[in-house]
Protein backbone atom coordinates (compact mmCIF):
# COMPACT_ATOMS: atom_id res chain seq x y z
CA UNK A 1 0.00 0.00 0.00
CA UNK A 2 2.86 2.54 0.56
CA UNK A 3 4.62 2.16 -2.76
CA UNK A 4 0.06 2.96 -4.01
CA UNK A 5 0.31 5.82 -1.48
CA UNK A 6 3.94 7.56 -2.75
CA UNK A 7 2.54 6.92 -6.22
CA UNK A 8 -0.60 8.65 -5.74
CA UNK A 9 1.33 11.93 -4.02
CA UNK A 10 3.47 12.01 -7.11
CA UNK A 11 0.34 12.57 -8.98
CA UNK A 12 -1.20 14.97 -6.89
CA UNK A 13 1.86 17.15 -6.59
CA UNK A 14 2.12 17.22 -9.83
CA UNK A 15 -1.07 18.30 -10.08
CA UNK A 16 -0.25 21.18 -7.99
CA UNK A 17 2.50 22.04 -8.70
CA UNK A 18 1.67 22.73 -12.40
CA UNK A 19 -1.95 24.02 -11.80
CA UNK A 20 -1.11 27.38 -12.96
CA UNK A 21 -0.09 26.43 -16.37
CA UNK A 22 -2.53 26.41 -19.33
CA UNK A 23 -1.23 23.30 -21.04
CA UNK A 24 -1.15 21.41 -18.43
CA UNK A 25 -4.92 22.12 -17.94
CA UNK A 26 -6.16 20.41 -21.01
CA UNK A 27 -4.39 16.88 -20.04
CA UNK A 28 -5.07 16.84 -16.26
CA UNK A 29 -6.14 13.15 -15.70
CA UNK A 30 -9.29 12.48 -13.81
CA UNK A 31 -9.25 13.34 -10.34
CA UNK A 32 -10.92 10.21 -8.97
CA UNK A 33 -8.47 7.99 -10.45
CA UNK A 34 -5.54 9.77 -7.70
CA UNK A 35 -7.35 10.61 -4.61
CA UNK A 36 -6.76 8.19 -1.46
CA UNK A 37 -10.60 6.77 -1.04
CA UNK A 38 -10.24 5.22 2.69
CA UNK A 39 -8.98 6.46 6.09
CA UNK A 40 -6.28 4.45 6.22
CA UNK A 41 -5.21 6.01 3.19
CA UNK A 42 -5.82 9.94 4.41
CA UNK A 43 -3.94 8.96 7.67
CA UNK A 44 -0.70 7.20 5.70
CA UNK A 45 -0.89 10.98 3.96
CA UNK A 46 -0.70 12.43 7.51
CA UNK A 47 1.81 10.40 8.68
CA UNK A 48 4.51 11.12 5.36
CA UNK A 49 6.53 12.78 8.26
CA UNK A 50 10.10 12.16 6.62
CA UNK A 51 9.37 13.46 3.24
CA UNK A 52 6.89 16.18 4.03
CA UNK A 53 4.50 16.58 6.91
CA UNK A 54 6.93 16.98 9.63
CA UNK A 55 9.46 19.37 7.61
CA UNK A 56 9.98 23.12 8.55
CA UNK A 57 12.15 25.80 6.81
CA UNK A 58 15.39 26.72 6.87
CA UNK A 59 16.22 29.93 5.49
CA UNK A 60 15.33 31.82 8.62
CA UNK A 61 18.10 29.86 10.53
CA UNK A 62 20.32 31.17 7.68
CA UNK A 63 19.82 34.55 7.79
CA UNK A 64 19.32 34.67 11.23
CA UNK A 65 22.24 35.85 13.94
CA UNK A 66 23.02 32.27 15.15
CA UNK A 67 24.59 31.35 12.15
CA UNK A 68 28.11 31.65 11.03
CA UNK A 69 29.77 30.86 7.89
CA UNK A 70 33.51 31.36 6.91
CA UNK A 71 34.05 33.22 3.58
CA UNK A 72 35.80 29.78 2.82
CA UNK A 73 32.68 27.45 3.35
CA UNK A 74 30.40 29.60 1.82
CA UNK A 75 31.78 29.16 -1.84
CA UNK A 76 30.61 25.46 -2.22
CA UNK A 77 27.14 26.12 -0.48
CA UNK A 78 24.49 26.23 -3.07
CA UNK A 79 21.87 28.73 -3.73
CA UNK A 80 19.40 30.33 -2.24
CA UNK A 81 21.81 29.58 1.43
CA UNK A 82 24.68 32.02 0.04
CA UNK A 83 22.37 34.92 -0.69
CA UNK A 84 20.23 34.66 2.51
CA UNK A 85 23.38 34.72 4.36
CA UNK A 86 24.35 37.53 3.31
CA UNK A 87 20.87 39.18 3.26
CA UNK A 88 21.09 39.83 -0.34
CA UNK A 89 18.22 41.85 -2.46
CA UNK A 90 18.37 39.25 -5.26
CA UNK A 91 17.80 36.21 -3.30
CA UNK A 92 17.33 34.36 -6.05
CA UNK A 93 19.71 33.46 -8.61
CA UNK A 94 19.74 31.82 -12.20
CA UNK A 95 21.36 28.72 -10.57
CA UNK A 96 17.86 28.81 -8.50
CA UNK A 97 14.45 30.16 -9.24
CA UNK A 98 12.37 27.91 -6.41
CA UNK A 99 12.59 27.61 -2.71
CA UNK A 100 12.62 24.30 -0.84
CA UNK A 101 10.98 25.83 1.93
CA UNK A 102 7.80 27.72 0.08
CA UNK A 103 7.66 23.82 -1.83
CA UNK A 104 7.69 22.07 1.43
CA UNK A 105 4.88 24.01 2.90
CA UNK A 106 2.55 23.88 0.28
CA UNK A 107 3.01 20.82 -0.16
CA UNK A 108 2.15 20.54 3.47
CA UNK A 109 -0.84 22.43 2.67
CA UNK A 110 -2.01 20.85 -0.02
CA UNK A 111 -1.87 16.91 1.61
CA UNK A 112 -4.04 18.39 4.18
CA UNK A 113 -6.53 20.22 1.80
CA UNK A 114 -7.27 16.65 0.30
CA UNK A 115 -7.88 14.85 3.50
CA UNK A 116 -10.17 17.43 4.91
CA UNK A 117 -12.25 17.05 1.30
CA UNK A 118 -11.78 13.85 1.33
CA UNK A 119 -12.43 12.93 5.07
CA UNK A 120 -15.91 14.17 4.95
CA UNK A 121 -16.77 11.79 1.77
CA UNK A 122 -16.05 8.29 2.99
CA UNK A 123 -18.13 5.71 2.13
CA UNK A 124 -16.99 3.18 5.04
CA UNK A 125 -17.94 3.30 8.91
CA UNK A 126 -15.51 4.72 11.34
CA UNK A 127 -15.65 5.77 14.68
CA UNK A 128 -16.32 9.22 15.31
CA UNK A 129 -12.76 9.64 17.26
CA UNK A 130 -10.92 8.30 14.33
CA UNK A 131 -12.19 10.98 11.83
CA UNK A 132 -11.94 13.73 14.24
CA UNK A 133 -8.02 12.45 14.93
CA UNK A 134 -7.92 12.59 11.16
CA UNK A 135 -9.26 16.00 10.47
CA UNK A 136 -8.15 17.99 13.51
CA UNK A 137 -4.10 16.22 12.11
CA UNK A 138 -4.85 18.34 8.66
CA UNK A 139 -6.05 21.56 10.14
CA UNK A 140 -3.16 21.30 12.43
CA UNK A 141 -0.38 20.75 9.57
CA UNK A 142 -2.27 23.60 7.20
CA UNK A 143 -1.86 25.98 10.19
CA UNK A 144 1.48 24.76 11.18
CA UNK A 145 2.58 25.47 7.48
CA UNK A 146 0.62 28.94 6.81
CA UNK A 147 2.54 30.03 9.98
CA UNK A 148 5.69 28.69 8.74
CA UNK A 149 5.30 30.78 5.52
CA UNK A 150 4.38 33.87 7.39
CA UNK A 151 7.35 34.55 9.16
CA UNK A 152 9.96 34.23 6.27
CA UNK A 153 7.51 35.67 3.23
CA UNK A 154 5.11 38.18 5.06
CA UNK A 155 5.99 41.10 7.11
CA UNK A 156 5.69 40.50 10.76
CA UNK A 157 2.08 40.98 12.09
CA UNK A 158 1.34 44.18 13.86
CA UNK A 159 -2.78 44.87 14.33
CA UNK A 160 -2.22 48.24 13.11
CA UNK A 161 -1.80 47.56 9.63
CA UNK A 162 -2.58 44.11 9.25
CA UNK A 163 -5.78 44.48 7.16
CA UNK A 164 -3.62 46.41 4.39
CA UNK A 165 -0.48 44.28 4.39
CA UNK A 166 0.72 41.52 2.24
CA UNK A 167 -0.25 37.72 3.72
CA UNK A 168 -0.07 34.47 2.02
CA UNK A 169 -1.81 32.50 -0.64
CA UNK A 170 -5.01 30.65 1.38
CA UNK A 171 -5.00 27.36 0.08
CA UNK A 172 -8.29 26.02 1.37
CA UNK A 173 -9.10 23.36 -0.96
CA UNK A 174 -7.34 21.09 -3.40
CA UNK A 175 -9.16 22.24 -6.48
CA UNK A 176 -6.50 22.85 -9.23
CA UNK A 177 -8.22 25.47 -11.07
CA UNK A 178 -8.44 27.98 -8.50
CA UNK A 179 -5.95 31.01 -8.76
CA UNK A 180 -3.57 31.58 -6.31
CA UNK A 181 -3.82 35.11 -4.77
CA UNK A 182 -2.34 36.71 -1.38
CA UNK A 183 -4.41 37.14 0.80
CA UNK A 184 -4.13 40.33 3.37
CA UNK A 185 -2.26 39.41 7.08
CA UNK A 186 -4.38 39.81 9.08
CA UNK A 187 -6.58 37.34 6.67
CA UNK A 188 -3.45 35.08 7.44
CA UNK A 189 -3.48 34.93 11.08
CA UNK A 190 -7.27 34.79 11.40
CA UNK A 191 -6.75 31.30 9.64
CA UNK A 192 -4.46 30.26 11.04
CA UNK A 193 -6.10 30.24 14.53
CA UNK A 194 -9.28 29.34 13.03
CA UNK A 195 -7.77 26.27 12.15
CA UNK A 196 -5.79 25.26 15.20
CA UNK A 197 -9.40 25.99 17.43
CA UNK A 198 -10.65 23.39 15.07
CA UNK A 199 -7.42 20.99 15.85
CA UNK A 200 -7.83 21.59 19.49
CA UNK A 201 -11.68 20.70 19.29
CA UNK A 202 -10.82 17.54 17.21
CA UNK A 203 -7.50 15.80 18.06
CA UNK A 204 -7.23 13.71 21.20
CA UNK A 205 -5.27 14.23 24.38
CA UNK A 206 -2.37 11.52 23.53
CA UNK A 207 -1.14 10.24 19.93
CA UNK A 208 1.10 7.16 19.44
CA UNK A 209 3.59 8.90 17.61
CA UNK A 210 5.10 12.35 18.28
CA UNK A 211 4.78 13.04 14.61
CA UNK A 212 1.11 13.08 15.18
CA UNK A 213 -0.36 16.54 16.98
CA UNK A 214 -2.32 16.46 20.24
CA UNK A 215 -4.48 18.82 21.66
CA UNK A 216 -1.67 19.85 23.85
CA UNK A 217 0.39 20.43 20.92
CA UNK A 218 -2.53 22.95 19.43
CA UNK A 219 -2.41 24.63 22.07
CA UNK A 220 1.49 25.24 22.45
CA UNK A 221 0.85 26.79 18.51
CA UNK A 222 -1.22 29.07 19.44
CA UNK A 223 0.80 30.29 22.22
CA UNK A 224 3.38 30.94 19.39
CA UNK A 225 1.11 31.92 16.99
CA UNK A 226 -0.62 34.40 19.84
CA UNK A 227 3.15 35.53 20.98
CA UNK A 228 3.98 36.59 17.41
CA UNK A 229 0.93 38.85 16.82
CA UNK A 230 2.07 40.60 20.23
CA UNK A 231 -1.21 39.19 21.89
CA UNK A 232 -0.04 38.34 25.40
CA UNK A 233 -2.66 37.54 27.04
CA UNK A 234 -4.07 34.56 24.84
CA UNK A 235 -0.49 33.50 24.38
CA UNK A 236 -0.45 33.29 27.93
CA UNK A 237 -3.47 31.98 28.45
CA UNK A 238 -3.00 28.79 26.32
CA UNK A 239 0.79 28.32 27.42
CA UNK A 240 -0.82 27.75 30.87
CA UNK A 241 -2.96 25.46 29.01
CA UNK A 242 -0.43 23.41 28.02
CA UNK A 243 1.70 23.64 31.28
CA UNK A 244 -1.16 22.83 33.11
CA UNK A 245 -1.15 19.10 31.76
CA UNK A 246 2.68 18.60 30.93
CA UNK A 247 5.44 20.70 32.44
CA UNK A 248 8.12 18.23 33.72
CA UNK A 249 11.30 19.88 32.39
CA UNK A 250 14.44 17.85 31.71
CA UNK A 251 17.35 17.99 33.94
CA UNK A 252 20.79 18.88 31.91
CA UNK A 253 22.96 17.49 34.85
CA UNK A 254 22.03 13.87 33.92
CA UNK A 255 23.10 14.20 30.30
CA UNK A 256 27.07 14.05 29.21
CA UNK A 257 28.55 17.13 27.34
CA UNK A 258 31.22 14.87 25.47
CA UNK A 259 28.58 12.91 23.64
CA UNK A 260 27.99 13.21 20.06
CA UNK A 261 24.44 13.81 20.42
CA UNK A 262 23.65 14.38 24.16
CA UNK A 263 19.74 14.35 24.15
CA UNK A 264 17.47 11.35 23.58
CA UNK A 265 16.64 9.74 20.16
CA UNK A 266 12.82 10.68 21.14
CA UNK A 267 11.09 9.02 17.52
CA UNK A 268 13.22 5.80 18.48
CA UNK A 269 14.40 4.69 21.65
CA UNK A 270 15.05 7.34 23.89
CA UNK A 271 11.99 9.84 25.86
CA UNK A 272 11.90 13.23 26.10
CA UNK A 273 9.17 14.84 28.05
CA UNK A 274 9.80 18.20 26.88
CA UNK A 275 8.95 17.50 23.48
CA UNK A 276 5.42 17.75 22.54
CA UNK A 277 5.44 17.43 19.11
CA UNK A 278 7.94 16.58 16.52
CA UNK A 279 9.09 17.99 13.09
CA UNK A 280 12.53 18.99 11.92
CA UNK A 281 14.44 21.46 10.03
CA UNK A 282 14.81 20.70 5.93
CA UNK A 283 18.27 20.18 5.17
CA UNK A 284 20.77 23.43 4.31
CA UNK A 285 22.31 22.35 1.47
CA UNK A 286 25.63 22.29 2.61
CA UNK A 287 25.75 24.02 6.31
CA UNK A 288 25.81 20.75 8.33
CA UNK A 289 28.35 18.82 6.94
CA UNK A 290 30.92 21.86 6.56
CA UNK A 291 33.68 22.16 8.78
CA UNK A 292 33.12 25.78 8.18
CA UNK A 293 29.64 27.00 9.14
CA UNK A 294 28.48 26.45 12.73
CA UNK A 295 27.31 28.72 15.50
CA UNK A 296 27.69 32.62 16.02
CA UNK A 297 31.28 32.67 18.23
CA UNK A 298 29.11 35.31 20.04
CA UNK A 299 26.47 33.69 21.11
CA UNK A 300 28.40 30.73 21.96
CA UNK A 301 30.37 32.63 24.42
CA UNK A 302 27.12 34.16 25.83
CA UNK A 303 26.69 31.23 27.89
CA UNK A 304 28.44 30.76 31.52
CA UNK A 305 30.78 28.20 32.10
CA UNK A 306 28.33 26.70 35.31
CA UNK A 307 25.89 26.99 32.08
CA UNK A 308 25.64 23.13 31.19
CA UNK A 309 24.11 24.42 27.50
CA UNK A 310 27.48 25.95 26.57
CA UNK A 311 28.96 21.72 26.55
CA UNK A 312 25.45 19.91 25.76
CA UNK A 313 24.61 22.36 22.72
CA UNK A 314 27.84 23.08 20.91
CA UNK A 315 30.87 21.14 20.02
CA UNK A 316 34.46 23.31 19.23
CA UNK A 317 35.05 22.26 15.16
CA UNK A 318 38.13 25.14 15.93
CA UNK A 319 38.82 28.06 17.13
CA UNK A 320 36.60 30.31 14.99
CA UNK A 321 34.13 27.06 14.82
CA UNK A 322 31.32 25.59 16.66
CA UNK A 323 28.88 23.44 15.48
CA UNK A 324 25.53 22.86 17.13
CA UNK A 325 25.05 19.17 18.35
CA UNK A 326 21.86 20.35 21.07
CA UNK A 327 19.10 19.39 19.09
CA UNK A 328 16.15 17.38 20.89
CA UNK A 329 15.73 15.18 17.81
CA UNK A 330 18.66 13.03 19.10
CA UNK A 331 19.56 12.75 15.32
CA UNK A 332 21.56 14.51 13.37
CA UNK A 333 18.86 16.73 12.11
CA UNK A 334 17.64 20.27 14.06
CA UNK A 335 14.45 19.83 16.31
CA UNK A 336 11.54 22.65 15.48
CA UNK A 337 9.01 20.92 16.99
CA UNK A 338 7.30 22.33 20.00
CA UNK A 339 8.48 21.78 23.49
CA UNK A 340 7.84 22.19 26.93
CA UNK A 341 11.02 24.81 27.25
CA UNK A 342 9.48 26.77 24.36
CA UNK A 343 6.37 27.29 26.61
CA UNK A 344 7.79 28.25 29.71
CA UNK A 345 9.81 31.09 28.09
CA UNK A 346 6.80 31.82 26.16
CA UNK A 347 4.36 32.29 29.07
CA UNK A 348 7.74 33.75 31.25
CA UNK A 349 7.77 36.52 28.46
CA UNK A 350 3.99 37.37 28.75
CA UNK A 351 3.65 37.47 32.30
CA UNK A 352 6.69 40.29 32.32
CA UNK A 353 4.93 42.26 29.47
CA UNK A 354 1.53 41.97 31.56
CA UNK A 355 3.16 42.96 34.47
CA UNK A 356 3.09 39.49 36.37
CA UNK A 357 6.78 39.89 37.58
CA UNK A 358 6.51 37.05 39.99
CA UNK A 359 4.74 34.41 37.81
CA UNK A 360 7.27 35.51 34.97
CA UNK A 361 10.10 34.97 37.72
CA UNK A 362 8.85 31.67 38.90
CA UNK A 363 8.96 30.51 34.79
CA UNK A 364 12.29 31.75 34.35
CA UNK A 365 13.82 30.51 37.32
CA UNK A 366 12.19 26.89 37.10
CA UNK A 367 13.35 26.91 33.75
CA UNK A 368 17.40 27.79 34.08
CA UNK A 369 17.43 25.25 37.49
CA UNK A 370 17.67 22.81 35.23
CA UNK A 371 19.81 24.46 32.98
CA UNK A 372 22.85 25.15 35.32
CA UNK A 373 25.48 22.82 36.85
CA UNK A 374 24.09 21.69 40.54
CA UNK A 375 24.23 24.45 43.00
CA UNK A 376 25.26 27.09 40.63
CA UNK A 377 22.22 28.96 39.55
CA UNK A 378 21.28 31.96 41.28
CA UNK A 379 17.42 33.10 40.52
CA UNK A 380 16.61 36.06 39.17
CA UNK A 381 15.22 38.07 42.19
CA UNK A 382 14.34 42.02 42.08
CA UNK A 383 14.09 42.98 38.98
CA UNK A 384 12.23 46.29 37.12
CA UNK A 385 10.00 45.27 33.82
CA UNK A 386 12.38 45.94 31.03
CA UNK A 387 15.59 43.81 33.23
CA UNK A 388 13.46 41.26 33.55
CA UNK A 389 12.29 41.02 30.09
CA UNK A 390 15.65 41.84 28.81
CA UNK A 391 16.78 38.41 30.65
CA UNK A 392 14.17 36.53 29.65
CA UNK A 393 14.46 37.11 25.77
CA UNK A 394 18.11 36.51 26.18
CA UNK A 395 17.23 32.73 27.88
CA UNK A 396 15.30 32.45 25.34
CA UNK A 397 17.68 33.00 22.37
CA UNK A 398 20.24 30.65 24.33
CA UNK A 399 17.91 27.99 25.27
CA UNK A 400 15.74 27.72 21.33
CA UNK A 401 19.02 28.32 19.61
CA UNK A 402 18.71 26.46 15.98
CA UNK A 403 14.69 25.25 16.66
CA UNK A 404 14.08 27.80 13.41
CA UNK A 405 12.35 30.42 15.92
CA UNK A 406 15.57 33.21 16.34
CA UNK A 407 14.67 35.00 12.65
CA UNK A 408 10.59 35.39 13.80
CA UNK A 409 11.97 36.57 16.93
CA UNK A 410 14.19 38.90 15.46
CA UNK A 411 11.71 40.08 13.04
CA UNK A 412 8.93 40.63 15.96
CA UNK A 413 11.66 42.74 18.61
CA UNK A 414 12.00 44.69 16.11
CA UNK A 415 8.53 46.48 16.28
CA UNK A 416 10.00 48.31 19.78
CA UNK A 417 12.71 50.33 19.79
CA UNK A 418 14.18 48.79 22.98
CA UNK A 419 14.23 45.33 21.41
CA UNK A 420 15.15 45.91 18.02
CA UNK A 421 18.98 45.35 16.75
CA UNK A 422 21.43 45.51 14.24
CA UNK A 423 22.85 42.48 12.41
CA UNK A 424 25.87 41.96 10.89
CA UNK A 425 28.04 39.98 9.08
CA UNK A 426 31.49 40.50 7.40
CA UNK A 427 32.34 38.73 4.11
CA UNK A 428 35.16 38.97 2.32
CA UNK A 429 36.07 42.12 4.11
CA UNK A 430 33.45 43.77 3.83
CA UNK A 431 30.89 44.75 7.15
CA UNK A 432 27.20 43.79 5.88
CA UNK A 433 24.49 45.21 8.21
CA UNK A 434 21.04 44.52 8.64
CA UNK A 435 18.97 47.28 10.46
CA UNK A 436 15.20 46.67 12.40
CA UNK A 437 12.97 46.32 9.62
CA UNK A 438 14.70 46.59 7.06
CA UNK A 439 12.61 45.08 3.86
CA UNK A 440 15.16 42.08 3.28
CA UNK A 441 13.70 40.79 6.73
CA UNK A 442 10.55 39.52 4.45
CA UNK A 443 12.02 36.98 1.60
CA UNK A 444 11.05 37.34 -1.71
CA UNK A 445 8.38 35.32 -3.43
CA UNK A 446 10.14 32.31 -5.94
CA UNK A 447 10.40 33.82 -9.13
CA UNK A 448 8.23 30.55 -10.61
CA UNK A 449 5.29 31.15 -8.20
CA UNK A 450 5.69 34.80 -9.28
CA UNK A 451 5.59 33.78 -12.57
CA UNK A 452 2.69 31.63 -13.07
CA UNK A 453 0.72 33.08 -10.29
CA UNK A 454 1.34 36.78 -11.09
CA UNK A 455 1.03 36.93 -7.61
CA UNK A 456 2.33 40.53 -6.21
CA UNK A 457 6.00 40.25 -5.14
CA UNK A 458 7.86 41.63 -1.94
CA UNK A 459 9.53 45.05 -2.13
CA UNK A 460 13.47 44.11 -1.20
Known amino acids: MKHNLNVILSLLLTIFMQSCKSDFLDAKPDKSLTVPRTLADLQSLLDNSDNVMNETPYLGLVSSDDVYISDLG ?22 VDYSTD ?19 NLTENHAKSSLDNVKGTAYFFRAYAFFQVAQQFCETYDRTNASETLGIPLRLVPDVDIPSVRSSLEQTYTQIVLDLEHSLRLLPEVQIKLTRPTKIAAC ?36 DPNSTRPFPTVLQEGYNPEVLFYSVMGTIPGFQISSEAGVDTALYHAYDDHDLRKGLFFRKRSQTVFSFKGQYSGAGVYFTGLAVDEIYLIRAECRARMGDFKGALSDINKLLVTRWRVGMYVPLSSLD ?13 KQ ?39 PKYVFALPPDVIKYSNMEQNPR
Open 74 to 95: LVPMRAPVPAAYKWEKEFYSGQ
Open 102 to 120: WITCYKQVFYSNIVLEAVD
Open 385 to 397: RDQLLSQILNERR
Open 400 to 438: LVFRGLRWSDLRRLNKDEKTGMSLFRRVQGELIELRPND
Open 220 to 255: ALLARVYLVMGDYENAERYASQVLAKQSTLLNYNQF
